[in-house]
């Protein structure tokens, strides 16, 4: 009887001492975003790259897979829903995403809703009205499958080509005047506009058209303990003001 309790104890001690086995998480780089995902630069990888990269530094126990294999947004919002992938950073949330997948109630960065014409176009709008008063040619580009068109098309009236989800493709649609507005996101603008040498043919109007930000989303199968790990690990680097810091890295001024 002793040396079974002693067995009993020793078995428990060593157990106790045996480090808990990381959690390995999948995910994947949305293609065609290289403020998120900037799979060819070492040095600034993106946006989510240093948050999860954060997340995994903060909790050992966390560790995600999949952030070198770029996808499409819409495929990757499906395999989160079908369970297939287990996160993904970052999503603007909305009602049918909701609908589909969980999030973590830690806001990772806030985007600002900015439209883009070209430089020699002298319009000048402060809201969606004012283009849709312009009637069928004022044609507004904005990216395939993605919050913003859902925003777009919610709207009503508005002469819409979603044709695309690739920002350097549309910006060149909108410079070839396959549309008089492009509806994006601040940065992701300025980041594109640059890399693509457009500074003289593409300007942004001042109006800011609306601010959301974007979350961590998660599979609706994704065990609840894992996701308060992961809100946890996120309020640690909010708090420390990491996030800012990661986000303020990539702002465009």
């Known amino acids: 009887m002793l040396l079974r309790l ?14 808990a086995m990381a959690e390995t998480l999948r995910t994947a780089a949305q293609d065609n975003n290289a403020l998120k995902y900037d799979l060819r630069n070492a040095a600034k990888p993106g946006i989510c790259v240093e948050v999860l990269q ?16 770029p996808m499409s947004l819409r495929r990757i919002e499906a395999l989160l829903a079908e ?4 996160i993904f950073c970052a999503l603007i949330r909305s009602p049918a995403r909701e609908a589909r997948m969980a999030f973590i109630e830690v806001p990772i960065y806030t985007v600002r809703h900015r439209i883009a014409v070209r430089a020699e176009d002298g319009v000048n709008v402060h809201s969606l009205e004012e283009i ?17 068109e859902d925003l777009l ?6 002469q819409i ?11 060149k649609k909108l410079v070839a005047q396959r549309g ?26 001042p109006t800011v058209f609306k601010s959301e930000a974007l979350y961590l989303a998660c599979s609706p199968r994704l065990a609840p303990a894992t996701r308060q790990r992961l809100q946890q690990a996120l309020e640690k680097l909010a ?15």
Do not use: M, W
């Open 6 to 19: 002693c067995l009993h104890v020793c078995l428990c001690l060593l157990c106790g001492a045996v480090p």
């Open 54 to 69: 954060a997340i995994e530094a903060g909790d050992p126990e966390l560790h995600f897979s999949g952030t070198e294999q």
């Open 83 to 86: 369970g297939q992938l287990d």
């Open 132 to 148: 849709r008063r312009l009637g069928p040619e004022a044609s507004v580009i904005v990216n395939k499958s993605t919050a913003h």
């Open 153 to 158: 098309r919610s709207a009503g009236g508005l």
């Open 161 to 171: 080509d979603a044709s695309s989800p690739d920002t350097a493709v549309n910006l």
């Open 180 to 205: 008089r507005f492009y509806y994006h996101t601040e940065n992701a603008l300025l980041r594109y506009i640059e890399d693509g040498g457009l500074e003289g043919k593409v300007r942004l109007l």
């Open 239 to 253: 708090r420390r003001g990491e996030l800012e810091r990661i986000y303020a890295g990539y702002r465009e001024n």
